[in-house]
Each structure stands twice: as structure tokens, then as C-alpha cells.
């Protein structure tokens, strides 16, 4: 009986030993899983935030080029006025120079 209470014994302390290694591998495997999950959680907010970026980039793009569209409208406008006033004083200067030609011929 001796040696079959020595094997039984044996044979508990290795399923106790086999149960801790379970549990540590269980336990080890748990938090794998959890750190997996995190990792894919923060990889999600990341391509969340690059989405969002993405579109934010977008809109600056799409609002810089209407910027720059309304700065050439607005230089246009500017030139078209400045060619206007320009040709306004030309023929000012014109109706001015035929008026004072006219009284210089109707005084002589």
C-alpha cells in the first residue's frame, strides 16, 4: 500500500503542479486577449483620427482654394477698376485738352 500511496501522491502533486501551470497559462492567455483588444481599440481611435484628419485636411484644401479663387476675383476686380479709372482720367484729360483747344482758336 506504501507504494500505491506514494504513486497516488505523486499523481496529486502533479495534477496540482499541472493545475497552477493551467491557471497561469489561462491567466497569461487572458491578458494577451486583453492587451489584443486594447491594441485593436487604439488602432481603431487611430484610424478614426486620421480619418477625421483626412476630411479636416479636406475642407482646408477645399476652403483654400475658394480663398484663393475670391483673392484672384478680387485682384481682377481691382485691375478691371483700375484700367476703368485710368481710361476715366484718359479721356478727361482729353475732353479737357478739346475744350481748352476750342477756347484757345474762339479767343484768337
Excluded: Y
Excluded at 85 to 96: D, G, I, N, S, Y
Amino acid at each position: 500500500m506504501a507504494v500505491a500511496e506514494k504513486s497516488t501522491r505523486a499523481l496529486l502533486v502533479e495534477v496540482v503542479r499541472l493545475q497552477a501551470a493551467l491557471g497561469t497559462a489561462m491567466k497569461a492567455a487572458d491578458e494577451e486577449k486583453a492587451a489584443r483588444r486594447e491594441a485593436e481599440t487604439r488602432m481603431r481611435e487611430t484610424a478614426d483620427t486620421l480619418t477625421q484628419v483626412g476630411a479636416q485636411l479636406e475642407r482646408e484644401e477645399r476652403r483654400r482654394r475658394t480663398d484663393d479663387d475670391a483673392a484672384r476675383t478680387l485682384l481682377a476686380t481691382a485691375q478691371d477698376a483700375e484700367a476703368a479709372a485710368l481710361a476715366a482720367r484718359q479721356e478727361a484729360v482729353k475732353r479737357f485738352d478739346e475744350h481748352a483747344n476750342r477756347w484757345q482758336f474762339s479767343t484768337e
